[in-house]
């Protein structure tokens, strides 16, 4: 089953943080927040962020306010327009519901996870480290889970 996009329906790459049949909602003053805090560092009203995103002024205005929900697209075009890194445009894509493109982005406030995420995907490590810390992970989350 396709993931619902945030105020819509299935969509290209919008995939959900959430996943499973209920979408992923995140609270939408955090993207509203973030989106507010890129414009004005630069010092940049509505209108200058929907030029430099090729976007309309009212969407823009729409999005900020919390009376539209930003779509994957969207959200593209504003970390197009705003030169965002794309660490702070996975950030942008969290705070909306959406999987960042970067996964490891997903878990920027849980740097440990971060690290052993890097270490497993990086193709230096050989394969019998990964594979002892595979188990030694399946085996904390069973520790837990049990808990």
Known sequence: MAAQQPGGGAGQGGREV???????VRNSEEFRALLKRHRDDRHWSQERLATEAEMD???VSRLESG???PTREAITKLARGLELS????????????????QPENALADEPAVTRIYRILRDEHTPQPVRDNIRALLNNLTEIALAS
């Open 18 to 24: 959430g996943g499973g049949d209920e979408p992923f």
């Open 57 to 59: 002024h009212s969407l």
């Open 67 to 69: 009376q539209r929900s």
């Open 86 to 101: 794309i660490e702070h445009k996975d950030r942008l894509l969290i705070a909306a519901g959406f999987f960042p493109e």
